[in-house]
């Protein structure tokens, strides 16, 4: 590979003056002061029948431009990333705390709210689960009856995965582990509330929508459904998003849903923004899950069976758990990955999404990896320590290699980059693993953990793919456009960065746009850690047909200034000039052919694009290729525990990753720590809370006092590490960075408490309530233990 000037290197953010100034603008910078203000009728129940409905008194209050209810919508009542089972508005019962009874829109925020206490509605209420288990009871209330997208009774949908014979594997094994995990329902907790402004056109008949979303056409594609208007007279637009992981595959849809009818009832401006409370109880969650799983292992500490059955609360909608193959997302992930980054001959898992009453379960960094690695990562702790094997060396024995079968029955391939063993031998030098450690003493005990992992890149659909569009100005500046979102990961910068070094541009030549279907192809959506990969090959795609344009031309004007023809395969260009080969001195600014390009009739506008090998996942084999490339990682996590209080301190984070090439290191060092602290909130502190029995489902911790998140005081010495194992299929060998660095933290925090502790935990987050629950139950059966194994006492009788 020839030297890089512009990939590979930490050019400074292209928003980075902007952010850091505070003159970037979000949506909320963007409110029209002549702007409607929308607000919205919640449920006092998360599961009731509605009886009766009375919004007269709210018609009739002053300064109220609208109220609707489901009967006054223009087009389709439902809508959702994959299926449209989310209703706009509730049609007779409410599933959850964040379904619409009705909506108003109003001159201002006050009378907007007024209206909204002045609707009257009479429920009967119904029972509400907050956990699957509870769902599947035999007696439980069906949440959706006779609904298209549930398999039976409230099970959403169930995947399966099957490879060899995993009752000869544990037949095979010496030892088999037995145990049962538990992940919470958690907060996205991005800073910047869900909100949408809508704005009737009136050229059109259609609208405008802007709102911080991660997927501008795919809301597009369910909108114009909902507004009963065609694709075609609906433009979404996304300006920067003050961060997503996830949750705005979905929340936007619900804002923009209601903002949007209500633009075309009033035919005005419409602004709708959820607080900070209707963020927490309306928006998607990651997935709560309780795994069971079980390992078979050799003597020599080599893997022979795993089998896993993993319950999903889905919450009340499908979102991001597609119901038919391939698109299941987050709950085909949670058994496909139930082994890890291992080679694992026989494999058996049953993945099952249940409907709840909770909000519903979406995207949250990871598509359901992390919750499936945290149960494999807590296994393998558990079988070094049963065979006396040291814990990196058991995860260096079992992971794949070249040639190895995954449990989809796809291959592991060096050309696609496999770089675990190198992030394993890079973590064990930094963190010191090999020195001794100092385990303190009581009250205060420290451990030491370790975590690996895998995770595809992309996502595993028929559609997947990106398209770019590229324009050279007769300035020699470029204007590229995309509809990726910018939400603080740097891809309009890496973007700039990857279309520079393919033409041989000044980083500084290239104008970014992005998130606009008036303007923009569709890039498909900004999740699964895509954009860098799969948007960046059709970035580099737009480059080369650019050059393939503009080289002849230039070619035609060297040789005229040389007096001989000139190939255009003996020339380059570097720092915005096309030159002769080694000569540098012998070119034309891109400028100066452009400008003879644009009187002879030369395209100076092309379309990039890219599609991945397609994805071909089966049921109910689970078999089938997935994702193209995977990225691999090693989490090394430090930390202390106060045995008096149950607090857990994580005092030092080494995190290593194969990401097969840092377009921009600075960035990916960035998302790397992000994603870090990210995982620590999950392990130690982090957990949505509901209360069936003393408040009917609702949600009890619903802001930031109650619902806690890691501060600067909680964040460890830190050291990321970036791997370069290429792909060959990716931009200069990439692959995605975004989602990776939360997948090991928690298993690794979890991997040092016990070896602190000598206590095994199977639910995270470990908070002091937790800790202490298990320090008393570990205390309890050593005492039970030790009295066992007493001698009994001999009773004296005495003489008469």
């Known amino acids: 590979m020839k030297d890089l000037k ?12 902007a952010k850091a100034t505070g003159a970037a603008r979000y949506t909320p910078d963007m409110i029209p002061v002549d702007a409607l203000v929308a607000k919205v009728k919640w449920p006092d129940y998360p599961h009731a029948i509605l009886k009766k409905i009375d919004v007269s008194k709210a018609k009739a209050l002053p300064g109220v431009e609208a109220v609707m209810l489901a009967k006054d919508l223009p087009g389709k009542n439902g809508y959702g990333p994959m299926v449209a089972d989310k209703p706009v508005i509730a049609d007779g019962k409410v599933c959850y705390e964040g379904d619409p009874i009705a909506l108003v829109a109003a001159v201002d925020e006050e009378t907007a709210k007024k209206a909204v206490d002045l609707i009257e509605v009479e429920y009967e209420v119904l029972p509400a689960y907050d956990n699957p288990f509870d769902a599947l009871k035999p007696d439980a209330v069906i949440i959706h009856p006779n609904s298209p997208f549930a398999e039976e009774g409230n099970i959403c949908n169930t995947v399966t995965v099957t490879t060899g014979d995993v009752e000869k594997g544990f037949a095979e094994a010496d030892y088999i582990i037995e145990n049962d995990y538990q992940t919470p329902y958690v907060e996205h907790t991005y800073f910047e509330q869900d909100i949408c402004i809508a704005e009737y056109d009136w050229n059109t008949g259609g609208l405008t929508v802007t709102s911080p979303n991660q997927a501008v056409f795919q809301g597009r594609r369910h909108m114009a459904a909902v507004f009963g208007i065609p694709q075609s007279k609906l433009r979404s637009l996304c300006p920067y998003v003050g961060a997503g992981f996830g949750g705005k595959e979905d929340a936007c849809l619900d804002v923009t849903a209601v903002a949007g009818v209500l633009a075309l009832k009033t035919k005005k401006k419409v602004v709708f923004q959820l607080n900070r409370e209707e963020v927490f109880r309306t928006t998607g969650k990651r997935h709560a899950c309780w795994i069971h799983h079980k390992l078979g292992i050799k003597k020599d500490g080599r893997i022979t069976a795993v089998q896993a ?36 001959p026989n494999y058996k898992t049953k993945s099952v999404g249940v409907y709840t009453n909770t909000p519903y379960g979406t995207a949250f960094r990871g598509f359901g990896v992390p919750q499936a690695t945290f149960a494999m990562e807590c296994q393998m702790d558990e079988a070094a320590r049963l065979i006396g094997m040291d ?3 058991i995860r260096r024995l079992n992971m794949l290699k070249a040639g190895d079968m995954m449990v989809t029955g796809t291959y592991a391939m060096a050309e696609r980059g496999l770089g675990l063993g190198e992030c394993l031998d890079k973590v064990r030098a930094k963190s010191g693993w090999d020195k001794p450690f100092d385990h303190g003493k009581w009250p205060y005990l420290r451990g030491r953990g370790i975590a690996a992992f895998m995770y ?18 007769t300035d020699g500046s470029v204007q590229l456009n995309y509809s990726s979102t910018e939400m603080g990961q740097g891809i309009a910068t890496t973007g700039a960065q990857m279309f520079a070094e393919e033409m041989g541009m000044k980083f500084t ?3 970014v746009h992005f998130s606009d279907t008036l303007s923009s192809p569709d890039s498909g959506p900004t999740v699964g850690s895509r954009s860098t990969v799969i948007v960046g090959n059709a970035i580099r795609d737009a480059a080369q047909k650019l050059r393939a344009n503009l080289f002849p031309v230039a070619a035609q004007m060297i040789g005229a200034k040389l007096g001989f023809t000139v190939d255009t395969r003996d020339l380059t260009a570097d720092d915005s000039v096309i030159h002769i080969k080694g000569r540098p001195d012998i070119g034309l600014t891109y400028a100066q052919v452009v400008a003879k390009a644009y009187i002879s009739q030369v395209p100076l506008a092309v379309i990039g694009m890219w599609y991945p090998p397609h994805p071909g996942f089966q049921q109910p084999s689970g078999h089938g290729p997935t994702m193209h490339t995977f990225a691999y990682g090693v989490h090394y996590e430090e930390i202390t525990v106060d045995m008096e209080t149950g607090m857990i301190s994580v005092d030092k984070s080494v995190y290593a990753c194969d990401i097969g090439k840092a377009i921009n290191p600075l960035i990916v060092e960035g998302q790397m720590e992000g994603a870090a602290v990210q995982a620590l909130g999950w392990g130690v502190m982090e957990e949505e809370l509901f209360d069936t029995k003393r408040r009917n489902g609702k949600m009890e911790n619903a802001t930031f006092h109650s619902y806690m998140i890691p501060t600067a ?9 970036i791997v370069e194992c290429p792909n060959e299929l990716g931009p200069w060998g990439a692959k995605g960075i975004g989602e990776p660095g939360i997948i090991p933290g928690a298993p690794a925090i979890r991997n040092a408490f016990l070896d602190a502790t000598g ?15 298990l320090v008393e139950a570990d205390q309890k059966k050593k005492a039970e233990a030790k009295a066992k194994k007493a001698p009994a006492k001999k009773s004296a009788k005495k003489e008469g």
Not at 312 to 340: D, E
Not at 458 to 472: H, Q, S
């Open 759 to 773: 206590i095994s935990a199977g639910k995270i987050p470990l908070t002091p309530y937790e800790v202490m629950n």
């Open 456 to 473: 595809g890149t992309g996502i595993p659909l028929m559609f997947e793919g990106a398209c770019v569009f590229a324009l050279i100005n």
């Open 309 to 344: 059955e993993t319950y999903l609360g889905k919450g009340a909608y499908v979102s991001m758990s597609g119901f038919k193959a391939p698109a299941y997302a987050v709950i085909q992930r949670t058994a496909i990955y139930a082994a890890g980054t291992y080679y694992c």
């Open 509 to 511: 030549d290239i104008e």
């Open 713 to 721: 005081m909680d964040v460890p010495e830190h050291t990321s590490i």
């Open 391 to 393: 814990r990196i060396d």
């Open 6 to 17: 512009v990939v590979g290197h930490s050019v400074v953010r292209s928003d980075a003056f």
